[in-house]
């Protein structure tokens, strides 16, 4: 590990488990990704997928931060799960369960062959089959859009967790215990005038983020 990637207050809640790291990846869509652009603090949440050992991501041509990306500047890249509100007896002691990862390094652009079949993974992987339910992007869409990746490499990331409840109350008159939170999906809301019927990608991701029972 590197120095900043060395936990250094309640090493218990660090995992340094890569098979835990892959599922937090997949299970969340979104990460917020942070870097400094002319010395000032810079962050933007983007839609984000695990490709293997890279987490694929993708803007604008005309977003002047991703282009600094490509100069080489390090990044952050911040995911989280929120799983539960601990409800304890005092404001104090509540606390919450989650899952947390923070991956460094520097992204890597990838270049016009190799992006066309990213982008299709990142669409797949957050709406699986979509690409064979539309046309393929044009080329103008496909010169508008930047897409990187950021190798996940050992001694770059960290993963914390929080889990379990809180101690026995002292005054059982005080309701105590667990919140469970979870990402799930919704009833699919059809664009007005739309015919076709809900399409296999929708129905997948309805399946891959139920609601909780």
């Not at 469970?180 to 296999?200: D, I, M, N, S």
């Amino acid at each position: 590990m590197t120095d900043l990637s060395t936990p250094t207050r309640k090493p218990d809640r660090y995992l340094a488990d890569r098979a835990a790291l892959d599922d937090l990846l997949d299970a969340m869509p979104v990460g917020v990704l942070s870097t400094v652009v002319d010395g000032q603090p810079w962050s933007v949440p983007l839609l984000v997928a695990r490709d293997g050992d890279r987490v694929l991501l993708h803007g604008s041509t005309g977003a002047g931060a991703l282009r600094h990306l490509l100069t080489g500047a390090p990044v952050t890249l911040t995911v989280v799960a929120l799983d539960g509100l601990v409800v304890a007896e005092t404001a104090f002691d509540s606390s919450a369960n989650y899952r947390s990862a923070v991956l460094r390094g520097t992204t890597v652009e990838l270049g016009p062959e190799e992006a066309t079949g990213a982008l299709e993974r990142l669409t797949d992987r957050l709406l699986p089959g979509r690409t064979e339910e539309v046309r393929a992007s044009t080329g103008k869409e496909l010169r508008a859009t930047s897409c990187l990746a950021l190798p996940i490499v050992d001694g770059s990331w960290l993963l914390k967790a929080r889990t379990g409840g809180t101690d026995p109350a002292e005054d059982p008159t005080v309701w105590t215990g667990v919140v469970p939170l979870a990402l799930a999906a919704g009833t699919p809301q059809p664009t007005p005038g739309t015919t076709a019927p809900e399409p296999a990608s929708v129905t997948a991701t309805r399946a891959a983020y139920p609601v909780p029972v």
